[in-house]
């Protein structure tokens, strides 16, 4: 049996192992970076002597942190491929105004991978970005704009009406230009109620598998599942 239902082993390992590999390259660049003019030495100045640590102690404490940025934008992509990969789905490539797109059902989509990665002043873009192509080329499509990880708990599917700075105003509600979470639209894209849920708790075993090391023990796996709470419930 697969380890999911709505994606192929195959194509969740591959998924898998390209995030990994992102890390590792993020490991080296992080090197690089925090030798070359990338760090504002006045920051690591400030910040070292606040914490009361070493510059040395500080690099180490960066590193992490550089790092952390990377994978924060792969995770993203991953999330983008996972659910590209599902059947009636396309991952549409970098360039393109739009992430995703099922023909059959109507429905194109812009990822993001957590509610803040998009400034809120910004998200009007995103607006106007799905409504050109719900009136366009995507003519009677519904336009999502998703945030993996959201911003409460409770599951939302509603009109996406951003604010615009500019004009003090909000963008028109319209039911074809939506916001939804993360776990309602791996929901809609799988038809599988806890997909989102279900891709989380296979991952140690995935990465484990890929990485050849010992699956991680009880009590990560109940840290595990109390982070994944804090954001879905």
């Not at 006045?42 to 606040?50: G, K, P, T, Y």
């Not at 640590?53 to 996972?82: C, Y």
């Not at 959201?150 to 028109?172: C, G, L, M, Q, V």
Request: proline share 6%.
């Amino acid at each position: 049996m697969p380890l999911l239902t709505f994606i192929t082993d195959e194509l969740l390992y591959q998924h898998t192992q390209k995030v990994l590999d992102v890390a590792e390259n993020a490991v080296t660049d992080a090197e690089i970076n925090l030798y070359s003019n990338k760090i504002d030495p006045f920051s690591a100045l400030f910040d070292s002597l606040r914490q009361g640590i070493s510059l040395s102690s500080w690099i180490e404490q960066e590193k992490p942190r550089q790092i952390q940025k990377t994978m924060q934008n792969a995770v993203g992509e991953f999330h983008e491929d996972i659910l590209g990969s599902v059947e009636g789905w396309e991952k549409l490539p970098v360039g393109n105004v739009i992430d995703l797109r099922n023909r059959g059902k109507k429905i194109i989509a812009e990822v993001k991978n957590k509610y803040n990665t998009t400034k809120g002043n910004h998200k009007k873009d995103i607006y106007d970005d799905l409504k050109s192509q719900e009136e366009g080329e995507h003519l009677n499509y519904t336009g999502y704009y998703v945030e993996i990880v959201p911003s409460r708990k409770e599951p939302y599917d509603k009109p996406f009406t951003p604010p615009d700075n500019i004009t003090h105003t909000r963008r028109a509600s319209n039911e074809k230009i939506r916001v939804i979470d993360g776990k309602s639209f791996y929901a809609l894209v799988s038809g599988v109620p806890d997909a989102i849920e279900q891709l989380y708790f296979v991952l140690p075993k995935v990465i484990s598998d890929i990485m050849r090391k010992k699956v991680p023990p009880s009590e990560d796996v109940a840290l595990y599942k109390s982070l994944f709470e804090k954001s879905y419930g």
